[in-house]
Every structure is written in C-alpha cells, then in structure tokens.
C-alpha cells in the first residue's frame, strides 16, 4: 500500500455543482460524470451514500477514518454551495466530533462562508483547513481579500486550474500556510505556462510563504514549447520539478513525497 493512504482519505458528503467562474469551465466533476455515464446531471447536487462516513465505525468499533488523516473534504462537489445548505450543519457536528483528523476543503465560493459556518465556529475549528480556490486575477482580487478577513485558523490558496499569469504578492502573509498551483487536466485544458508558477514561486519566496506546484496540467508550456501531459503523469512530473517551498513548515503535515492517485485532485 502507497504511503498515501497512510495519511489522506476522502469524504465526498454530496456530490454535483453549479458552474461559478472561469475555472469551472472543463470541471472535473463534470469531466467524471460524463465519462462514468452518469445518468444525473453534474449540476444537481445530491447527497451521497457516504455522508456519514467520518462518523461511520467498523466491526472492531474502531473509526473507519483513523486517527490524525487529511480528509480531503467535498472534492466532487464545493463544501459551500447554496444547494448543500441544508445538509451542511450536520457535517460541521461530525467535523467536530472528529477533532482528531484533518478536513481539508477547498472552494470557490469563499463570499459565502460567513453565512455556512456553525454557531459555535468564533475564530475557527482546529481541525479544519480552508483552501481558497483562485484561478486568474479577477477571482485573485476579489476572493483573497475575502479570505484574509476570515476567522480559519488554516489557510491555503489554491492556484487551480491557473490559466493566466496571477500576482499573489498582496494577499501573502504569515496567516497564509501554503500556496498550492497547478494546471488544467482534460483534453480541452487550458495550457499552463512555466513561467507562471515561477512566478508564483518567487512572490512565495519572497513572503516566506509555502509553495507547492502539484500539477503540470495537460497542455504545459515551458521555455515557449507546448507540451502534452499524459493524466497520469501530471502530478508526478510537477513533482519532479522539485520547486516546492517550505512545505511542511506549518501545520500541514506533509512529511511525504506525493503519490496521490488521478482523482485525487478536480480542478
Ligand atoms: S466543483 Fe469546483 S470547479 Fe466544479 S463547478 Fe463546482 S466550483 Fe466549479
């Protein structure tokens, strides 16, 4: 078994979504359904079979989630959409009984997130990282700020599916744990150049603020020649770029080298 689930699980409590911005365009949400077959629409959310999970025990009464994982946390639909609203609360009251894992979720949709949070939520749950989801400078300008004026007590922006140069610098401080950047995946994806996540990379140097590029995307660009990046290569060979920064420096524990599988990341 890969030491990748040693660490991380899944938890995708509902499932579909509703188009926002310019980086839902090629979804991967989307992209799965249509591949799989799905005979609902990817844009009608609905609840999944695994709701319950992070509570859910197995025969010996033992978590079925151990102890001190990552929940990558709605990763087929966005943990702040309007249509979840309802469903929300009790995935707050299983996300704080479980104090002792990681939720990790990450969004589009960062203007709600005053009106989903708990009653009992004051400066942040603990046990519950927030990735801010920004894929060009329009959605950098107006969702960062946004962000920065939340009470979480873990923040990251997400770079993802990048699809224009993006200039982070005023929205990095000692607040921000990690800045992850990558690019588009799927046979219509949008290219993502080089020079872009450079440059991303030195305003993170710069901020003392983590770095990580975790997907070259599909259509990769770099010295000014377009290269085709097989899926399953995408992650790996961001990877082996070796540019990451400082990873691990905050509460984030990634301590491991990435061998995370093809789905583990929608853009
Ligand atoms: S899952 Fe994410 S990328 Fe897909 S439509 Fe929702 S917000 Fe957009």
């Not at 799965?32 to 990817?42: T, V």
């Not at 978590?63 to 966005?78: A, P, R």
Request: net charge neutral.
């Amino acid at each position: 078994m890969s030491e990748h689930w040693q660490i991380y699980a899944d938890w995708n409590p509902w499932h579909g979504c509703t188009k926002i911005s310019p980086g839902c365009k090629y979804c991967y949400v989307y992209r799965q359904d249509e591949m799989y077959g799905s005979e609902l629409s990817s844009s009608e959310c609905r609840k999944t079979g695994n709701f319950y999970l992070p509570i859910k025990k197995k025969r010996d009464k033992s978590w079925k989630i151990e102890s001190g994982k990552i929940v990558f946390t709605c990763f087929t639909s966005d943990f702040l959409l309007k249509d979840a609203d309802q469903w929300r609360p009790e995935c707050w009251e299983m996300i704080k009984r479980r104090s002792d894992l990681w939720f990790f979720f990450f969004t589009k949709r960062i203007d709600r997130f005053m009106e989903c949070i708990p009653d009992d939520w004051d400066d942040g749950y603990n046990n519950v990282i927030v990735g801010c989801t920004v894929e060009n400078q329009e959605m950098a300008d107006y969702r960062l700020p946004i962000f920065l004026s939340l009470p979480i007590k873990h923040k990251t922006i997400i770079v993802s599916p990048i699809i224009t140069a993006v200039n982070l610098t005023s929205y990095l401080n000692e607040t921000i744990e990690e800045v992850s950047v990558g690019g588009e995946s799927g046979v219509n994806a949008r290219p993502c150049n080089y020079d872009w996540i450079l440059d991303i990379r030195n305003q993170c140097v710069e901020k003392e603020v983590p770095f990580r590029f975790h997907q070259t995307g599909a259509h990769f660009i770099k010295d000014g020649k377009m290269y085709r990046v097989q899926r399953c290569y995408q992650l790996s060979q961001a990877h082996k770029a070796n540019i990451d920064y400082k990873i691990g420096s905050y509460l984030v524990p990634e301590k491991i080298k990435f061998e995370w599988k093809d789905s583990d990341y929608h853009d």
